[in-house]
C-alpha cells in the first residue's frame, strides 16, 4: 500500500492545519488509519487513528484539539488540527494497517507540521 500525505506547513501558534492522506489501496480493506508524529530527539507517537468499525483512539495531548476522520469512498484519511502548540511540532506520518491476516503495516513518507509561537 502506497500512502501519500499532504497539508503540513508552517503555522502561528493558535492555528489550524489539515492533514490528508491517499491510500493507494481500497480504504475498506484497511482496519486502521491513523497519523503518528516524531519532534527532534524524540520517538514517534501515535497522535490519532480511526479504526474501520468506527471507534477513534487520539493521544491525550491532543484530545479535544485534533479530530480525525476517513472517507472510505475516496481512501482517505484526515486530521484536522486546531489550536495548535508549539509541542505540535513535527514529522507526521499517515499510517494504515490492512486486515489481512496477519495484519500488515504501512507508512507515508512524512509531512513536515511547524508551529511557531
Known amino acids: 500500500v502506497q500512502l501519500q500525505a499532504s497539508g503540513g506547513g508552517l503555522v502561528q501558534a493558535g492555528g489550524s492545519l489539515r492533514l490528508s492522506c491517499v491510500a493507494s489501496?481500497?480504504?475498506?480493506?484497511?482496519?486502521?488509519m491513523g497519523w503518528y508524529r516524531q519532534a527532534p530527539g524524540k520517538q514517534r507517537e501515535l497522535v490519532a487513528r480511526?479504526?474501520?468499525?468506527?471507534?477513534?483512539d487520539y493521544a491525550d495531548s491532543v484530545k479535544g484539539r485534533f479530530t480525525i476522520s476517513r472517507v472510505n469512498s475516496r481512501n482517505t484519511v484526515y486530521l484536522q488540527m486546531n489550536g495548535l502548540k508549539p509541542e505540535d511540532t513535527g514529522v507526521y506520518y499517515c499510517?494504515?494497517?490492512?486486515?489481512?491476516?496477519?495484519?500488515?503495516?504501512?507508512w507515508g513518507q512524512g509531512t513536515q507540521v511547524t508551529v511557531s509561537s
Open positions: 480511526v479504526f474501520s468499525v468506527g471507534g477513534t
Open positions: 499510517n494504515v494497517v490492512t486486515m489481512t491476516v496477519p495484519p500488515a503495516n504501512y
Open positions: 489501496r481500497s480504504a475498506r480493506s484497511l482496519d486502521e
